[in-house]
């Protein structure tokens, strides 16, 4: 199956820092996501990006599936974006998302 | 929009007992649902993929007989842990996914089981 990398696996802050978090995947998708998990357990969907560059907010995310990255960026970081950062993929011709491995971001005041 | 939600959020139960988890996706119909199990400070792994009347298709190693999936309507999806054991203890969470704009998935908030 396809293998979904993150990096770096843990990350600290202090706030108002820029941080750039990494996604590699071993194959070509069509589906591409990141997302939030809070301290609770919730899943927050920031970015449906399987190519190109968003923007939202703080966040933006840039997805090149030539080369089999995204990378989500955050700017001017807050303590309430701490929590577990997921890239998930869908490989090319497939449903399923692989999640990769998580990036754990504390963010200090 | 894109809505999830799941009941219950957490629930303990005896060893040997069955649980119900209902997921629903509350302002769009969902035509794949998916469960996926979580452990501490893991990643989530997927369970099984559920389509509106059809039979649910398990991941490689999750067994059917134990996690019984249920997708009635295209805003249900039921997951029935039977006869629980202490490692069934975990979190579980459920997305849905529908068509056009709501083509990527949507999570529910999760369901904590334990299992003593």
């Known amino acids: 199956g396809i293998q979904v990398e993150q990096s770096p696996p843990d990350l600290i802050l202090q706030e108002g820092a820029n941080s750039t978090l990494r996604c590699n995947f071993s194959d070509s998708v069509n589906n591409l996501q990141w997302f939030h998990q809070n301290p609770w357990g919730q899943l927050i969907n920031l970015f449906y990006?399987?190519?190109g560059t968003k923007q939202n907010g703080r966040l933006s995310a840039t997805t090149v599936a030539t080369e089999r990255y995204s990378s989500l960026y955050i700017s001017s970081s807050q303590t309430t974006d701490s929590g577990v950062y997921f890239c998930a993929v869908i490989k090319a011709a497939g449903n399923k998302l692989t999640f990769g491995g998580g990036t754990r971001v504390l963010v200090k005041p | 929009g894109a809505v999830v939600s799941q009941h219950p959020s957490w629930v303990i139960c005896k060893s040997g007992t069955s649980v119900k988890i209902e997921c629903r996706s509350l302002d769009f119909q969902a035509t794949t649902m998916f469960w996926y199990r979580q452990f501490p400070k893991q990643s989530l792994m997927l369970m099984a993929t559920?389509?509106?009347?059809?039979?649910?298709?398990?991941e490689q190693g999750v067994e059917k007989d134990k996690f019984l999936i249920n997708h009635a309507s295209l805003t249900l999806s039921t997951l029935t842990v039977t006869s629980a054991h202490p490692e069934d203890s975990s979190f579980y969470i459920c997305?849905?996914?529908?068509?056009?704009?709501?083509?990527?998935?949507?999570f529910g908030p999760g369901t904590r089981l334990t299992v003593l």
């Open positions: 559920s389509n509106e009347g059809s039979k649910a298709t398990y």
């Open positions: 997305s849905a996914k529908g068509w056009g704009n709501y083509n990527e998935q949507f």
């Open positions: 990006i399987p190519s």
